[in-house]
């Protein structure tokens, strides 16, 4: 039995979706479905169980009754922008800790999800390297309650018996509910609907121009089976990167974007919030040589081509995974 934290959410049903697609419906989601639209992600799914993030950390704490193989933990509040460190702390960080060590206990394959946020402003570079962690410098309270638990991790002495996953810009069918944490693609996409443009954030950093500021975007379909990748590879331990591997801009995205609708390329640029002036990330792009050496060698989706497969045979159709 396979359990996945976080299992209704964007990446975590996305998982599920896909262990369902290999005929792998032994599952438990666990998760708080909250009063968004999360539970449509679920619809279509096949799995044994649902149990609430709470409830499931009480049955761990009370001593659990079923016979769990691995457990893939992708819940945490992801807001970049969430003001309550506490409660960070306790989703992210705690929770975590606790899962990591049951599983550690009791012998059950554990991967988690880490990020990119963790890298700060890139100046330390994007290399998935245990040695540097603990030198970073997130310039986010999610960032830092991703790093602290990575950092605690390598402390502990641990990751040799779990797996990190760094998440780059992630982006594809199941993240409607997510509010402003969607992808620009999504956001970009309703845009253009309603009004036939797009906005960007103006550059304030002399060396991109507007538009040309960098990220690696990473369709949800290859960072899922990156992600599995580490399920029955259990020779491959410690912390990862999961990304394209290809640093592309704001410009080349949108552009994809329109053109996937058929449509004329319209930018406005506007101007970066000030609160967000000291927090924004330039250029973002994950070094994959970790995860490739351990043996992964599937292709990854172009930009083109996952914005193309989003927004044909999910967005215009209005269509969730698994349905």
């Known amino acids: 039995m396979i359990v996945i934290t976080g299992g209704a959410g964007f990446i975590g049903s996305a998982i599920a979706w896909r262990l369902n697609t290999q ?30 993030k709470d409830d499931f950390i009480n049955k761990i704490d009370s001593g659990f009754d079923f016979k769990i193989e691995s457990i893939i933990h992708m819940g945490a509040n992801s807001s970049t922008t969430e003001k309550d460190a506490d409660h960070l702390l306790r989703n992210n960080y705690e929770y975590t800790k606790k899962l990591a060590l049951f599983s550690i206990e009791k012998d059950i394959r554990f991967i988690y999800a880490s990020s990119a946020a963790t890298y700060g402003d890139g100046s ?20 830092y309650s991703k790093n602290l638990f990575d950092t605690w991790a390598i402390k502990q002495g641990i ?8 998440y780059f810009n992630v982006f594809g ?65 410690g912390i ?31 101007e970066l919030p000030p609160h967000l002036a000291d927090k924004y990330q330039y250029f973002t792009e994950a ?30 159709k209005e269509k969730y995974l698994g349905l």
């Open 124 to 143: 330390l570079g994007f290399k998935d390297d245990e040695k540097i962690c603990q030198t970073l410098k997130p310039l986010n309270m999610y960032g």
């Open 240 to 270: 990862y990167n999961i990304g394209s591997g290809k640093a592309r801009t704001w410009n080349d995205l949108v552009k994809a974007l329109f053109n996937a609708l058929g449509k004329l390329v319209n930018i406005e640029y506007i």
């Open 173 to 237: 069918p199941n993240e409607y509910h997510k509010g402003d944490m969607r992808s620009v693609v999504h956001k970009a996409y309703e845009q253009i609907l309603s009004t036939g443009m797009v906005k960007l954030f103006k550059s304030k950093n002399s060396n991109y121009k507007d538009g040309e500021q960098m990220r690696d975007f990473v369709y949800v379909k290859d960072a899922v089976d990156m992600t599995l990748f580490f399920l029955n590879n259990k020779q491959a331990n």
């Open 159 to 166: 990751t040799d018996k779990i797996v990190g996953v760094k």
């Open 23 to 52: 005929n792998k419906n032994d599952l438990i989601i666990v998760d708080e479905l909250g009063h968004d639209e999360k539970w449509k992600n679920l619809v279509g799914l096949n799995f044994r169980d649902f149990i609430n």
């Open 287 to 316: 070094n994959l040589e970790k995860i490739k050496k351990a043996g992964y060698s599937n292709p990854i989706s172009s930009l083109e081509d996952g914005v193309t497969d989003y927004v044909k045979n999910f967005l215009l």
